[in-house]
T-cell receptor, first 112, second 113 residues
């Protein structure tokens, strides 16, 4: 069974500064990796996903993530954040084709 | 095109009661999944249905059940509600594999008092 650990529960950051959200996973098999964002009182929106191929994945809204198999990590980055990036971010893993296992989430608060 | 729609958006129930939550998938999607998101935690997988058959079940008690209809919409039923069932219930739809397109609805906020 796979599990996901998001290493930071809260990340405060100033507007236009870079941000990195850390995610580690454990699985004995090949996995697919995802990052989702959740704005208050809304569902989950997919930011990006890694299925295969290049380990650097680019997503929406300027986000990117790097898959590191040896370190079992999938960290999310954005070079310059905006106030509108304030949200909850979830890392998720799948080792099949019918369910996701999510981390506990990282709350990003962007300050002016 | 309409996204994944869930109803109701909010509801309040009393301990011991029963609740039914509904979900309509994106047109063309034959799979519906249900997740429970307790405040401050990540979503937890409850069920997935594909072509009206259960493909997977998470670690939830038998009080939780679901079904999928011929039009691929789905219901999640929870019996004998407990305070701990208070959560945001998310529905997601996809094709056969979730890894190539998985869209979430906005959820149903259930409060058990």
């Amino acid at each position: 069974a796979q599990s996901v650990t998001q290493l930071d529960s809260q990340v405060p950051v100033f507007e236009e500064a870079p941000v990195e959200l850390r995610c580690n996973y454990s699985s004995s098999v090949s996995v697919y990796l995802f990052w989702y964002v959740q704005y208050p009182n809304q569902g989950l929106q997919l930011l990006l996903k890694y299925l295969s191929g290049s380990t650097l994945v680019k997503g929406i809204n300027g986000f990117e993530a790097e898959f590191n198999k040896s370190q079992t990590s999938f960290h999310l980055r954005k070079p310059s954040v905006h106030i509108s990036d304030t949200a909850e971010y979830f890392c998720a893993v799948s080792d099949n084709d019918y369910k996701l296992s999510f981390g506990a989430g990282t709350t990003v608060t962007v300050r002016a | 095109d309409a996204g994944v729609t869930q109803s109701p958006t909010h509801l309040i129930k009393t301990r011991g009661q029963h609740v039914t939550l509904r979900c309509s998938p994106i047109s063309g999607h034959k799979s519906v999944s249900w997740y429970q998101q307790v405040l401050g935690q990540g979503p937890q997988f409850i069920f997935q249905y594909y072509e009206k058959e259960e493909r997977g079940r998470g670690n939830f008690p038998d009080r939780f059940s679901a079904r999928q209809f011929p039009n691929y919409s789905s219901e999640l039923n929870v019996n004998a509600l407990l305070l701990g069932d208070s959560a945001l219930y998310l529905c997601a739809s996809s094709g056969r594999s979730i890894n190539y397109g998985y869209t979430f609805g906005s959820g149903t906020r259930l409060t058990v008092v």
